[in-house]
């Protein structure tokens, strides 16, 4: 079985600031890993996404996050945000053969003027 | 195009009564997937269909949650009776993943919530 932990409940951070949205995972088997993006009212949206290669991968609005195997960590990172990306964020992995996916309990960033 | 839809965005029901709750995926996705957000907590899988047939229900709590896909398009998922703990935030998705490829981009509808007084 697998698990997500998001140790950050709320993120506030001033606009124009860098910020690092934490994700930690569990599994016994390799996996696929997600960030997911709900801005207010909307449903959830893909932000980026790990399935192999590159350990640094990159995904809209400038965010981006790095796969670390050893601290089975996905953590997601903008150098500098805007107000715009006030928004919950959702890790997730999935494992080969499964489609579903296992969510963390999500983050809230609030971007402070 | 159209995106995941889900009706109704909000419904208010007694304990022991019965609610549907529905989902039109985009046109042409075969994966549809619901799940459930309860009391701010984290996303848990419910069911996946692969056009009408389940795939994978292991995260349907109990039998009194019945899922249907019908013709492959839309699907339904009732709740009956309701308890108090269905509470939350129903969400839709679907994909058009095919056999071995996975790109892990669902779609989600803006969900619907579920209140049991």
């Known amino acids: 079985a697998q698990s997500v932990t998001q140790l950050d409940s709320q993120v506030p951070v001033f606009e124009e600031a860098p910020v690092e949205l934490r994700c930690n995972y569990s599994?016994?088997?390799?996996?696929?890993l997600f960030w997911y993006v709900q801005y207010p009212n909307q449903g959830l949206q893909l932000l980026l996404k790990?399935?192999?290669?590159?350990?640094l991968v990159k995904g809209i609005n400038g965010f981006e996050a790095e796969f670390n195997k050893s601290q089975t960590s996905f953590h997601l990172r903008k150098p500098s945000v805007h107000i715009s990306d006030t928004a919950e964020y959702f890790c997730?992995?999935?494992?080969?053969?499964?489609?579903?996916?296992?969510f963390g309990s999500g983050t809230r960033l609030q971007v402070q003027p | 195009e159209a995106g995941v839809t889900q009706f109704p965005s909000h419904s208010v029901i007694e304990k022991g009564q019965t609610v549907t709750l529905r989902c039109d995926p985009i046109?042409?996705?075969?994966?549809l997937y619901w799940y459930r957000r309860v009391m701010g907590k984290e996303i848990k899988f419910l069911l996946h269909?692969?056009?009408?047939?389940?795939?994978?229900e292991s995260g349907m709590p109990n039998n009194r949650f019945l899922a249907e896909r019908t013709g492959g398009t839309y699907s339904t998922l009732k709740v009956q009776p309701a308890e108090l703990e269905d509470s939350g935030v129903y969400f839709c998705?679907?994909?058009?993943?095919?056999?071995?490829?996975?790109?892990?981009?669902?779609?989600f509808g803006e969900g619907s919530r579920l209140t049991v007084l």
């Open positions: 998705a679907s994909s058009q993943d095919r056999d071995r490829e996975v790109t892990g981009e669902l779609f």
């Open positions: 599994s016994s088997v390799s996996v696929y």
């Open positions: 790990y399935l192999s290669g590159s350990t």
């Open positions: 997730a992995v999935s494992r080969p053969g499964r489609r579903a996916l296992t």
């Open positions: 046109s042409g996705h075969d994966n």
């Open positions: 269909f692969v056009k009408e047939s389940k795939q994978d």
